[in-house]
Each structure stands twice: as C-alpha cells, then as structure tokens.
C-alpha cells in the first residue's frame, strides 16, 4: 500500500481502532505473547510496518530499545505523537527494504504485524525480516489467518460471501482496503528456508472481533476479564484456530 492510502487511513487506524476495548485488547493479548519469547530490556527491537506505534509503546515502555520502520509518513507521525518520551527511533522506509534502510543493523527481535495481508507477495518482506535478526534473534509475524475467512461474513449474515470464502485468500478489510490471508504452514515454511525455526503459533484477535462483526458491543469494564480469556484461548487448539490473525513465532539459528 502506498503513503497516500494510509496518509488517508491513519486517523481511523491509530485513533479509532486501537483506542477500542477490542483494539486494547488486541495490544495487550500479542504484547503478552512477545514477552514469553522477547530477551529481557534493554533487547533491541525492529518493528517493520510499525505504522502507529501500537506494538511498539509497550515494548518501549518496558525499557526496550526500539526502532520503528513505516514507509507512512502519516502513520510515522501518528506514532512520534505516541511515543515521543519513549526511547524509539523512526525510519521511514518499505518493508522490502528494511536491511538497507537500518544500514544493515541486525536486531534480538523483528516484529512484522499485519503487514503481509497489504502485499502481492510475503516473501520479499520475510526474506528482509529474517536478515535484520541477530543469531538466536525472534522472528515475530502476525497475519490474517486463511483458514478462518468464512467467520466474518457468516456473521455478518452475507451468506453468499460466506460460502465463497471458504476458498478465497482475499476479502476487503475493514478498513475498506483489499486484503489477503496466510497460513501458519506457509509462513512457517518460508522463515524455515531463511534459517528462522518456528518455535511456537497462537491465535490473535478471536472473540472480540467475532462479537463485533455479530453486532455485539464489548463492556469497557470487562476489557481486562475478555483480555485474559482472549489470551488464554489463543494458547489452545480448537480456540486459537477460529481466530482471525495469527502470530507466528520464530528463531534464528
């Protein structure tokens, strides 16, 4: 996607989405699930397409070395505000070409959230993800989940769509962009091949996402009970293959 697109975008995704209980939630559940795998502070952290600093703020906030690549100048400055007495350094550049755009740096932990749905082809982003991480670095990735496209629309009683998405790849995203969803296994295959081992999968976005597409409003004062349930679910088998995007977890050898 392009700098205008997001230029025009960027109030919707940083000041509405994540300012939600559903957008807290989704913070708190893969922030949770980065730090089972993170080296302790002062580690050094790339998130490339960090757009508004969303995963970024709690991993700065916990005493780590940060650096944010957007190639949205809107979205860069969306996270400036954010995090402007955090210790983080912003890039601008695409994801294609993080390596040469941190001069080469290589980092304990790259992070890549939802990214890859946005692009043709995951692997030019994945081949970069996997070069910026030191030995024995994390690779961390989250994705639109392929197996789980019919949910939306059902729920959304677009039945019709529903039935298509079984074997689709791609949908128009909430935001009102085109999309397209990954597997687990495919994923997990192309960091393989580029010495990265998966170590560990979980779902991401389940119950508070699926309660809004069916209508359902979250209680701002359960955000912390659904939070502990969501993160729980994306541990186990069935729950974490329901979800909507899923966060694959990494290695360099």
Not at 9 to 25: N, P
Not at 55 to 77: C, E, H, I, K
Not at 134 to 146: Q, R
């Amino acid at each position: 996607m392009g700098d205008d697109t997001w230029s025009a975008l960027a109030g919707q995704f940083a000041d509405d989405a994540y300012a939600s209980v559903k957008g807290r939630v989704r913070t708190y559940v893969l922030h949770r699930q980065l730090l089972e795998h993170l080296p302790p502070p002062p580690a050094t952290v790339l998130d490339v397409g960090g757009g508004a600093g969303h995963q970024s703020f709690p991993l700065a906030r916990a005493g780590y070395d940060v650096t944010l690549l957007d190639s949205s100048p809107a979205m860069l400055d969306k996270a400036r505000q954010r995090l402007a007495s955090e210790r983080v350094t912003f890039v601008q550049a695409d994801g294609e070409h993080a390596e040469e755009a941190v001069g080469g740096r290589r980092f304990d932990a790259v992070l890549c959230h939802g990214v890859l749905g946005y692009l043709e082809r995951p692997e030019p982003v994945i081949d970069q993800l996997c070069r910026c991480a030191t030995a024995g670095g994390v690779v961390s990735i989250m994705a639109g989940n392929a197996h789980a496209m019919a949910v939306r629309p059902a729920l959304e009683q677009r039945w019709e769509d529903a039935l298509a998405a079984f074997d689709s790849r791609s949908e128009i995203g909430v935001l009102g962009v085109p999309t397209r969803a990954d597997t687990v296994e495919e994923l997990g295959e192309l960091i393989r091949r580029r010495g990265v081992e998966p170590v560990r999968w979980y779902g991401v976005w389940l119950f508070v996402d699926w309660l809004g597409f069916g209508g359902a409003e979250v209680d701002p004062a359960d955000a912390e009970r659904v939070a502990a349930v969501e993160f729980e679910a994306g541990r186990r088998d069935p729950y974490r293959r329901l979800s909507r995007v899923f966060h694959l977890v990494g290695r360099k050898a």
